[in-house]
């Protein structure tokens, strides 16, 4: 499934005093199977953005083409959308409200109109998928930790088989274990599914480590669209905007200005050690 966000610009309260312009003539491209980190500092678009991809959020200006077909031409079907292109909001709660973990995963897929059986193993196999056991599945969603709440939630939205999952700040205020352990989930995933990923990020560790391609944003618009090496040379650029790079990164700018002779084009510790023990 391609997307093709052309000429988007999007203003929250339009024609009104309190009009203000989250996106700025927004064009992007996300192909199959793609593993996208979407960064930027708070307030750059990116929420919006996302919100676009499924028809949450109708542009003021501009289209969202889904292979091909505008998703708000008179007819088309946005509920399919929905279940095709899935998004896992920042905060597991806006979408966990049942009274147990197997009965919220298994929302979405009643929603399709399938049989009782096929909606219970769509909800086992997304659960196992994520990593939850089968002690935790009559428990009550809100009695479990941080990091199990965004695994049931990711679950819930994977029950529907989407095509393209959509996460929002996935591993905000989990540990380092907890962040590595969500990330490599969501990696496996995609190789077992095929599914497009589009990961919305504060970390550029967590980019750096997975997106096959990283788009920036700031003050509403694409500044970069390119693989993580390529973004992460323009070092500057990206302080400026109060981003960074991964700290590793950072670590071998630090050398090279002491004086080492070591390639700043470094974006994972294991590239990294490859060229310090080579120097």
Request: hydrophobic share 35%.
């Amino acid at each position: 499934m391609s997307i093709i966000v052309n000429h988007v610009t999007y203003r929250y309260n339009a024609g009104t005093a309190m009009e203000n312009t989250a996106l700025n003539d927004v064009n992007i491209k996300i192909n199959d199977s793609e593993f996208i980190g979407l960064i930027g500092h708070t307030g750059s678009g990116k929420s919006t953005l996302v919100q676009h991809l499924n028809g949450l959020i109708k542009p003021t200006e501009g289209g969202i083409y889904v292979d091909g077909a505008d998703i708000w031409d008179e007819g088309y079907d946005l509920k399919k959308l929905r279940g095709e292109v899935g998004l896992v909001f920042q905060y597991p709660e806006h979408q966990l409200f049942e009274t147990d973990v197997f009965t919220d995963v298994c929302f979405g897929p009643k929603n399709l109109g399938l049989s009782e059986k096929e909606i219970q193993l769509r909800a086992y196999e997304a659960l196992k998928m994520v990593g939850i056991e089968d002690d935790y599945f009559y428990q009550s969603p809100f009695d479990l930790s941080g990091g199990q709440k965004r695994r049931v939630a990711i679950a819930g939205v994977l029950a529907m088989k989407p095509k393209v999952l959509v996460l929002d700040e996935p591993t905000a205020g989990l540990d380092p274990k907890g962040r590595d352990e969500l990330l490599d989930k969501l990696s496996s995933i995609r190789k077992e599914t095929g599914c497009t990923i589009v990961l919305v990020s504060h970390s550029m560790e967590d980019v750096a480590n997975y997106a096959d391609r990283i788009v920036v944003m700031d003050k509403g618009t694409v500044v970069y669209d390119d693989t993580p090496r390529n973004v992460f040379k323009h070092y500057k650029e990206l302080k400026e905007m109060g981003l960074g790079v991964p700290q590793i990164t950072e670590t071998m700018y630090a050398l090279k200005e002491a004086g080492f002779n070591v390639s700043t084009d470094i974006i994972t510790i294991e590239e990294a050690v490859k060229e310090i023990l080579g120097c």
